[in-house]
């Protein structure tokens, strides 16, 4: 199938087309940038959601029942599913679609694995162009799924509309979660795998390591009597130290994360979580948020696309690599460092475009 004959399936709808353009896009087939620009027109419709957290924490089977949540509301979605690499084949490794299985029959739910191929973010190069695919295709909720790797994985909150951290009680503590970076990244949280020892403790945790960052430490810590330390002096925090979602859109002030707590493979929990999504789309929205994230998010794709071009361009005949050859010749010889190497490559392209004017 051309690229041609891709576009006119997507703008019809037809399941093959989304499976195939996405195909091209990650494999880099000739034409995929064709066809991500023929799309581009068609995007910004699709709530991206990101999930990230470390290996464990059940990042599949909350996407399932999030996805299961979605369609009994008759939204569509799509899955982008980050799997670590084969080292061998280079593909993805763990395959998230055998794990959701359950929706793979679901004509309103589409669900790619693609392999991180290296990536330290924890996201594939390309998933952001997978995400822009779907969205153009017309999907209503896109869910973004990250490798978990652990620390590095915080490119999801440049791809994303909302990211959502999942950690489980055997995490750790919340101020070495505090210094993992997630902390930074969050938009909500999730404690997932409620029914394990140490849930609420590490809710609470949470709640105050986000105290400290917005300047209320001890607004979620119950008093004395029982009540929280909002509800002693009058606040209108919830009322229940248990309470799955803490409410989290005050009057003013920034957005602050709230803790959902979820046993995801019983189902507890989902719909506060999707309330809480609700909820925060609805601030980024009113507060004009939404558009500076998308807008960071185009600029973001523009340089990609940008370097892309620009590494292919080096390293083909059509461009300076005969001086590329030269310069790493000098290297290997000994007779260059790597950066004088560097700057005069760059100094002769220089030239070269200069000389064109």
């Known amino acids: 199938m051309t690229s041609s004959a891709i576009i006119e ?46 290996p464990g924490a059940g990042k599949s089977t909350l996407i399932e029942r999030l996805t299961a949540h979605f369609r009994a509301a008759g939204r569509t979605v799509g899955v982008v599913a980050v799997d670590p690499s084969s080292p061998f084949s280079g593909g993805a490794l763990l395959g998230d679609r055998i794990r959701m299985e359950s ?55 440049g791809a994303a509309d909302t990211t959502v ?25 999730v404690v997932n795998k409620a029914d394990r020892p140490g849930a609420d403790r590490l809710r ?85 948020e939404l558009a500076a994230r998308r807008r960071r998010r185009l600029e973001q794709r523009t340089r990609e696309v940008l370097e892309r071009s620009l590494r292919q361009w080096v390293w083909s005949d059509a461009g300076p690599r005969a001086a590329v050859d030269t310069a790493l010749a000098d290297v290997a010889a000994g007779r260059r460092s790597p950066y004088e190497a560097a700057a005069d490559v760059v100094e002769r392209i220089r030239s070269r475009e200069g000389g064109k004017g």
């Open 9 to 54: 399936g997507l703008k019809e709808r037809k399941p093959a087309a989304i499976a195939r353009a996405i195909s091209m896009v990650e494999n880099g087939s000739p034409g995929f940038e064709r066809l991500l620009a023929a799309v581009h027109a068609e995007i910004g419709r699709a709530r991206r959601i990101g999930v990230t957290g470390p």
């Open 103 to 157: 929706a793979s029959g679901d004509a309103g739910v589409f669900i790619r694995s693609m392999a991180s191929r290296g990536s330290l973010g924890g996201m594939a190069t390309t998933t952001g162009e997978v995400a822009d695919l779907m969205d153009a295709y017309g999907f209503e909720r896109i869910l973004l799924e990250t490798v978990g790797v652990g620390q590095s994985e915080l490119d999801v909150a």
């Open 204 to 288: 609470q945790e949470l709640e105050i390591a986000m105290g400290l960052r917005h300047g209320h430490t001890f607004r979620h810590v119950p008093a004395h009597h029982g009540g929280t330390d909002a509800q002693t002096h009058g606040g209108t925090e919830a009322s229940s130290v248990g309470a799955a979602v803490r409410p989290s859109v005050r009057a003013s002030g920034p957005w602050e994360p709230p803790v959902v707590v979820t046993t995801a493979f019983k189902d507890e929990g989902i719909a506060e979580l999707i309330e809480a999504l609700d909820r925060h789309f609805a601030a980024l929205e009113a507060s004009g």
């Open 165 to 189: 951290v999942v950690l489980v009680p055997e995490s750790g503590d919340g101020i070495q979660t505090m210094k993992a970076g997630l902390m930074e990244i969050a938009d909500v949280f």
